[in-house]
C-alpha cells in the first residue's frame, strides 16, 4: 500500500510538469541560451486538459486514501505501528507535492514573468519605420509569446514587438534601416517556432522627419 502511494504521487508529479512542459520549455531555454529548443514540447499542448485532469485525479485520490475514515481493523492494528511514519507517507509531504503540483498546472500564467523588460531606447527615422506581423506557429502560452519577443529584440532597430498565441502571430515594428525582414524571421525561427510568411506590411506615411527615439512606450 505504501509503495502504491508513492507511485501514486510520483504520477501525479509527472503529469503535472507534462502539462505545462511546452509552457516551461521555452523559459528553460532561455536560461540555458539553447533558444532552438524553446517549442520542443509544444506539440504535446493539445494533451494539456487529459494531463490535467490526470493529475488531478491522482492527487484527489492520494488525499481521499490520506483522509477517508479509518476501519476498525485498521485501528485495532495501529497500535503495532510503534514507528514513525517515514515524512514521504505523511500529510505534510503530501501537501508539498500538492503545490508544487499546483504551480505547475499553473505555470502558464504566469511563465511571462521569467522574461526581461525590453527597456531599450532606439533612435530611428520615422519614414524609415515599418511594421509588419508574422504567421508564427508553434506558439501555445504566455511563455511563448515572451520568448519570441526576446528573440526579435535582441534585433537593432527593432521599435516594438508583440505576439499572439491564440492568433499565432507576431507584429513588429522596426526602422528598415536597421534590420529588415529577413533577419526578423531569422531570429523567430531561431527558437523552434516556425514563421510561415507575413500577413500585413505597412510603412509609416510620416517622411522627412529625422532624430525621433522611440522606446517601450512608442516614439516622440
Known amino acids: ?33 539553447a533558444s532552438g529548443a524553446a517549442s520542443a514540447f509544444s506539440w504535446m499542448e493539445p494533451f494539456r486538459p487529459y494531463l490535467l485532469g490526470i493529475t488531478v485525479f491522482v492527487l ?30 505523511t500529510k505534510t509531504f503530501l501537501g508539498i507535492v500538492t503545490v508544487f503540483a499546483l504551480l505547475m498546472m499553473a505555470f502558464p500564467y504566469y511563465g511571462h514573468i521569467f522574461y526581461p523588460k525590453a527597456d531599450k531606447v532606439v533612435v530611428v527615422s520615422l519614414e524609415n519605420i ?25 534585433l537593432p532597430g527593432i521599435v ?3 505576439a499572439n498565441s491564440v492568433e499565432g502571430n507576431a ?15 531569422k531570429n523567430i525561427d531561431a527558437t523552434g517556432y516556425k514563421v510561415s510568411g507575413e500577413t500585413e506590411t505597412s510603412e509609416n ?16
Open 130 to 154: 515599418q511594421e509588419m506581423k508574422f504567421n508564427v506557429s508553434g506558439m501555445t502560452c504566455a511563455s511563448c509569446e515572451e520568448h519570441v519577443k526576446h528573440a526579435v529584440n535582441e
Open 60 to 89: 484527489g485520490f492520494a488525499w481521499f486514501q490520506k483522509l477517508k475514515p479509518r476501519k476498525t481493523e485498521e485501528i485495532q492494528c495501529a497500535c503495532e505501528e510503534d514507528v514513525k511514519k517515514p515524512f514521504m507517507q
Open 160 to 162: 516594438s514587438v508583440s
Open 171 to 185: 507584429t513588429v515594428k522596426f526602422d528598415s534601416s536597421k534590420t529588415n525582414k529577413d533577419a526578423i524571421i
Open 205 to 220: 506615411p510620416a517622411h522627412g522627419q529625422v532624430g525621433h527615439t522611440c522606446g517601450p512606450n512608442g516614439c516622440n
Open 1 to 33: 500500500m505504501k509503495t502504491k502511494s508513492n507511485n501514486l504521487l510520483g504520477a501525479g508529479i509527472v503529469t503535472a510538469i507534462a502539462a505545462s512542459l511546452c509552457c516551461i520549455t521555452p523559459v528553460l531555454a532561455l536560461i540555458s541560451g
